[in-house]
């Protein structure tokens, strides 16, 4: 049974990160978001303070930070700036897919780079043809001597006009296959992309792979492994990064609204004092909390290897950013007029929340996921009810 109360040192980390939030991220989240720009001394300050290594064991510079503290640090960035939260999410991802799938020689060499913020990393999975049909990559890669050469375009990949490495998936012999690829790999292009309805910062781009060429030895795990288990279980991990920047952006929301109306007025009385908006209020509470409740469940079975984490982590994505989607729009409405100003900084968790509702799986694909699981558990229940009555029956 999971303890719903946090430790003593999960709640120094949770203070911890909320003081770095308040005074690093949340000043400059709205500049950076109108600039389409993360600061590179900024990514420094959070290498510095090992978020970029917090999933990695410490034998390779890691924080080896257990998932709820993690779930913790992705939904405090998230309530400072969603794009500065998917910097996490994407670096850490491929992080865990280098330690997970990596062979020696290439944790050795990567992940104490990937740990310490030397080295920046994205993921590149999506193309302009493919999105939630991963598996069905159109960039191909083919063994030619002791080289792969890769053919084929990538988009809406997260820090990619930064990143040193990426984690870039393609068709090799017809299967989906994982290989790591330099920044300064011949034959490799990155375009920037701008004007994205939220995560503006993220610094997303386009890559184009025109016979690029990478070593033999840049494969991870084998042939044919690249979506069902290297990308499979790297988007786990990225949809447990999101959905707990989704209880961030809730909370950001709550807090802005509740500060808002204690202060402006309507009617003669602070809008506080009208009963629809203590309405509002309540419901933004009550969700966040159950959304964070939900986070810190799939963070708990990730702790103890239970196979229903990966369900659990796809309900707590669904619900969080759906929720997170429907607090943000109630904060733009709360704030009238102001709230479609980019001088209040609700209209950015509404198009960020929106955003959230796509990535690492959207809406529609973990309603298929949920649902398929619910029956699959009932069939299961039945059979296991149906074994029991027949042993009964024969004793």
Known sequence: MMKLELSTQQKNAQAEFRAFVNQEICPDAGKWDRQEFTPPELIKKIAQRGFLGAILPQEYGGQAMDMITYGILNEEIGRGCSSIRSLLTVHNMVAHAVCKWGNKSQKEYWLPKLASGE????????????????????????????????????????????ADIYLVFAQ?????????????????????MSGILGVRASMSAELYFHNCQIPRENLVGRLGFGFAYIAASA??????????????????????????????????????????????????????KAARLLCYQAGYLKDINDPNSIIETSIAKYFASTVATKIANDAVQLHGGNGCSNEYPVERYLRDSKIMEIIEGSTQIQEITIAESGYQDYLFANVATGLDKQLAERN
């Open 235 to 288: 988007l786990d991990y990225g949809r447990y990064s999101v959905a707990a920047g989704c209880v961030g952006i809730a909370q950001a929301c709550l807090e802005a609204c509740i500060k808002y109306t204690n202060e402006r007025k309507q009617f003669g009385v602070y809008l506080k004092e009208h009963q629809l908006i203590r309405q509002k209020i309540t419901q933004m509470i009550a969700n966040t």
């Open 172 to 192: 090799c012999e017809g299967k989906p296959t994982a290989f790591l690829v330099e920044k300064n790999s011949p034959g490799f292009t990155v375009k920037p």
């Open 119 to 162: 080295i920046i990393a994205a993921f590149a999975l999506s193309e302009p043809n493919v999105g939630s049909d991963a598996k069905s990559v159109e960039t191909t890669a083919v063994l030619v001597g002791d080289a792969y050469v890769l053919n084929g375009q990538k988009k809406w990949i997260t820090y990619g006009q930064i």
